[in-house]
């Protein structure tokens, strides 16, 4: 028998916003108690900082350099999009394939993977945003199967009701897929500016939070700020990335937005206990990606920085899945990336894995969640348009892209094991050098191996919709270079 799949995925959360990562300030009882009765990973990590690469490598099992999405997916470049464009029409997507196989699937939430009127991917449900980005969690706009609808609450209680309301109105005799990406705790101005007016407000108005660092702002964080004040376009305010780490009603606006996701989980899991489907239902809670609260100075995502970043907070996200008492109860410290999940998902629904996407270099783990044993090497590889790195238990190494700027950003190691909070920069130390050698070309051999020559920046290839940094590209390949929306 096919199993019912509910997939929750945040926005822009890192692992240790949860009690059960270790965060005695948030409060999110009904995520703590979903983790004690399942499989939690510790060190599981997105492939890439920002949301759109992370969903399509999610839905594809791909790296960033093989499906071409190396950041946000601008809204503001709408006029350039092909009609009903997809960022993934070339791919095979987890929702189609389930369909294929008898899959009910239904998206609620969240999409940033191209344009959002029309259902995409496979998905047959469609309840989303007409946008990516959130400037409101309040009074927004949806469109559900085609029609646009308001609903004067907060959009984490909007998404929450539509996936009760789909819930409880399945057709029992197929198995379903619903994906619910919910679009908060976001961490961004405007959305996240001043006090929050949502009805967990009340409980962190005396929170010290002190789980959000308290140090000072990062060079790299400045010099972030410095070239986009210069260059931004649409009006888009980045001041807010130093200034967030030291505005208290904003970290606490922040929380509770992170408590108001932990109240629809438990919404939705009530309903499948009420619906007598929660044991035979497969839930995975996780997010897109990472996101730094101060750690070594730096609010936000990978790309808070110049260059990019890949410290842990960043690209570590929560993950634990419960299929009633058929995965173990535990949790481990084996690294596991999220494009594991497009075969992980597809051998628990009892679909040959291989043979989708050919290439990928995701591992299914499902053997390992009813066995604890994991045959897959300890290691992850991230990668943020310049900047590309190797995670292990022992060392984490970020490797940048050497043919401009001029002179090229400076590579980092960091010893993981006497240095956890990653604070020591060892790269270019004579004793160094072996492990930095052998961690570089591990790091070329993986790109080498997993990238489209179309898609990959560091070899002249060209996103599918924008970039980050379009002027490094085209200093290292010259004028003629420009990302996908801008070649018409």
Wanted: hydrophobic residues 35%; contains cysteine; negative net charge.
């Amino acid at each position: 028998m096919l199993p019912n799949i509910l997939m929750f995925m945040t926005d822009n959360q890192p692992a240790e916003l949860l009690g059960c990562y270790g965060n005695t300030e948030i409060h999110t009882p009904h995520i703590d108690a979903f983790a004690a009765e399942g499989f939690q990973f510790d060190n599981a990590f997105c492939v890439n900082g920002m949301c759109s690469p992370c969903r399509a490598s999610v839905m594809t099992g791909l790296m960033p350099s093989q499906h071409g999405i190396h950041t946000w997916i601008d809204d503001r470049l709408r006029h350039l999009w092909p009609d009903n464009w997809n960022a993934l029409a070339e791919f095979q997507t987890l929702p189609a394939i389930l369909a294929e196989n008898g899959y009910s699937t239904a998206l609620i939430g969240k999409y940033h993977m191209g344009a959002p009127e029309n259902a995409q991917n496979g998905f047959q449900h469609w309840v989303t945003s007409p946008h990516g980005h959130v400037t409101d969690f309040w009074n927004g706009t949806y469109i559900e199967n085609g029609e646009l609808q308001t609903y004067a609450g907060h959009s984490v209680d909007y998404f929450t009701d539509k996936t009760i309301e789909y819930l409880e109105g399945i057709d029992s005799t197929a198995p379903f897929f619903a994906f619910v990406p919910y679009n908060a705790p976001y961490g961004h101005w405007p959305a996240l500016k001043g006090r929050a007016r949502n009805r967990f407000r009340d409980f962190y108005d005396d929170v010290d939070m002190h789980s959000v660092p308290r140090e000072g702002l990062h060079e790299n964080a400045i010099a972030r700020f410095l070239r986009k004040a210069s260059d931004s376009v649409g009006g888009i305010d980045h001041s807010s990335e130093l200034c967030i780490p030291n505005d208290l009603e904003t970290l606490r606006n922040y929380f509770s937005e992170m408590s108001m996701v932990d109240d629809g989980v438990g919404r939705v899991l009530d309903t499948l206990k009420r619906l007598n489907i929660y044991d035979d239902t497969l839930i995975i809670y996780t997010t897109d990606h990472g996101f730094s609260l101060g750690h070594h100075g730096i609010w936000g995502h990978s790309q808070a920085t110049l260059p990019s970043n890949a410290y842990r907070t960043t690209f570590s996200i929560p993950l634990v899945f419960r299929h009633g008492d058929r995965f173990l109860n535990t949790r481990t410290a084996t690294h596991v990336s999220q494009i594991d999940l497009f075969p992980t998902l597809l051998e628990l629904a009892n679909i040959e894995p291989d043979g989708h996407n050919a290439n990928s270099a995701a591992k299914s783990f499902a053997h390992s969640l009813r066995t604890g044993e994991f045959e897959k090497s300890d290691e992850v590889f991230l990668e943020q348009e310049e900047t590309r790195a190797i995670r292990t238990p022992n060392w984490l190494y970020k490797r940048r892209f050497q043919r401009a700027p001029n002179p090229p950003y400076p590579d980092e190691l960091y010893d993981l094991k006497n240095d956890p909070l990653e604070k020591v920069n060892l790269a270019g130390k004579p004793e160094y050098a072996r492990i930095s050698d052998e961690l570089i070309q591990r790091i070329e051999q993986f790109f080498e191996q997993y990238s489209n020559p179309k898609y990959d920046l560091w070899k002249g290839g060209t996103p599918q919709s924008n970039s980050d940094k379009p002027w490094l590209w085209k200093e290292a390949w010259g004028d003629a270079w420009v990302a996908g929306f801008e070649r018409g």
